[in-house]
């Protein structure tokens, strides 16, 4: 397994932890035993949630514009709806 980390890898548990970077290895803990024994911890496997049945896809029609003035300026081509411009201006958001 590789693990990749832009600059800092940290693995945490009961109170210790090792943090990998560019300075180096590091291990905090009450006690660090290197080659010492025991045993590595036991995992449990992968169990992904398959997918359930497709659902069939909606059968209407588009809506409506909601704004008569949003249609307005849709076909005169202005990139701008005068509504909205001026509800951003309103929010502060120009």
Do not use: H, W, Y
């Amino acid at each position: 397994m590789v693990l990749e980390a832009g600059s800092e890898l940290t693995l945490k548990g009961g109170g210790s932890f090792i943090k990998l970077d560019g300075g180096g290895a590091t291990l905090v803990g009450p006690v660090i035993k290197v080659n010492s024994g025991g045993a590595a911890g036991n995992g449990s496997g992968a169990a992904p949630i398959l997918p359930g049945a497709a659902k069939p896809a909606d059968a209407d029609k588009a809506g409506e514009l909601l704004v008569p003035a949003q249609k307005q300026a849709l076909l005169q081509k202005k990139p701008l709806c005068a509504i909205c411009e001026a509800a951003k201006a309103r929010a502060g958001n120009v």
